[in-house]
Each structure stands twice: as C-alpha cells, then as structure tokens.
C-alpha cells in the first residue's frame, strides 16, 4: 500500500523515469513513457528492444499499444504521452497517427531525436497531427540515466 501511494504521489514524468531506470536494470537503453488520460495514467513502458528482438519495441511504441488496447480505440485523443528522451523518427509518427493531445520529453536526441533535431517531424507539411509540445522536463535526470548507461558499457 505504501508504494501504491509512493507512484500515486509521482508525477508522470517521474514515473516515466521509473520506467526508464527499470529498463536499464532489464539491460534495455532507459528510456521510458506514460500515458496520460484525465489526469490518470493508463499505459506505462520501458523499451524492449532487445526482450522482445523488437526493433519497433521504444518505451513510446509500448506505451501507446497498450493505451490504444485499454481504451479499445486507435485514436488516443484526450491523452498525453510523457516520455524521458525525444522521440525518434517512428515514434513521432506513432504520436501523430495515434492522435495524441500533448507531448513531453526530457532530455534532447541530437542524434536521433525527430522532434527539435534531425526531419523535427511536427514541423513537415506532411504531418497531419501535431501535438503540443513541451520539452526539457527532467531533463537532466533523464539525460544523466543515459550517459550512466552507455558510461557503464564502453
């Protein structure tokens, strides 16, 4: 019971780093996401690439599957995604075609990221979506979860 009030306490995005720091310990690159509808988180992930040998497997792509099978709808509309890193290129489209309301990430992706780097996705006149955007949540704690990873690994 104690924990359950200890999540409910926890704003998305530091529930969304939860995830991120469950997927390190799965070896998974730690990124994580949730799923905001009326103020309730209905879908939270880690990625899974590699558990899963999923290359579509991103903590996002996760998240928003199982929003979309517990709503039974394709369009999550009325929800926000809370994610630790900007959204690459798949992702982001994901998040247009699903329809999402609001978008918010924490640290930046110069190298992979598509939503302020690389195609900015959002941005293309061929993007039938567009999310509001806030970026630079917890963004150092998110980008520091990553360096730590990769540190650990070279």
Same mark, same amino acid.
């Given at each position: 019971?104690?924990? /359950?009030?200890?999540t409910m306490l926890k704003t998305p995005m530091e529930q969304a780093l939860d995830e991120a720091r469950a997927a390190a310990a799965r070896?998974?690159?730690?990124?994580? +996401?949730?799923?905001?509808?009326?103020?309730?988180? @209905?879908?939270?992930?880690?990625?899974?690439?590699?558990?899963?040998?999923?290359?579509?497997?991103?903590?996002?792509?996760?998240? @928003?599957?199982? $929003? $979309?099978?517990?709503?039974?709808?394709?369009?999550? +509309?009325?929800?926000?995604?809370?994610?630790?890193?900007?959204?690459? $290129?798949?992702?982001?489209?994901? @998040?247009?075609? +699903?329809?999402?309301?609001?978008?918010?990430?924490?640290?930046?992706?110069?190298?992979?990221?598509?939503?302020?780097?690389?195609?900015?996705? !959002?941005? /293309?006149?061929?993007?039938?979506?567009?999310?509001?955007?806030?970026?630079?949540?917890? +963004?150092?704690?998110?980008?520091?979860?990553?360096?730590? !990873? !990769?540190?650990?690994?070279?």
């Open positions: 019971m104690g924990q /359950q009030i200890e070896g998974e690159v730690p990124v994580g +996401a949730v799923i905001v509808e009326n103020g309730a988180i @209905i879908a939270r992930a880690g990625n899974e690439t590699r558990g899963r040998n999923d290359p579509t497997a991103h903590a996002e792509m996760v998240a @928003i599957r199982a $929003a $979309a099978a517990r709503l039974g709808a394709e369009r999550l +509309a009325g929800c926000d995604l809370y994610v630790t890193l900007e959204p690459c $290129a798949m992702c982001a489209g994901a @998040i247009a075609h +699903a329809r999402l309301r609001r978008l918010y990430y924490g640290a930046e992706d110069p190298k992979g990221g598509a939503v302020a780097h690389g195609p900015r996705f !959002f941005a /293309q006149p061929t993007c039938h979506h567009r999310p509001e955007i806030y970026d630079g949540l917890a +963004a150092r704690d998110a980008a520091a979860l990553l360096t730590g !990873f !990769f540190r650990e690994r070279r």
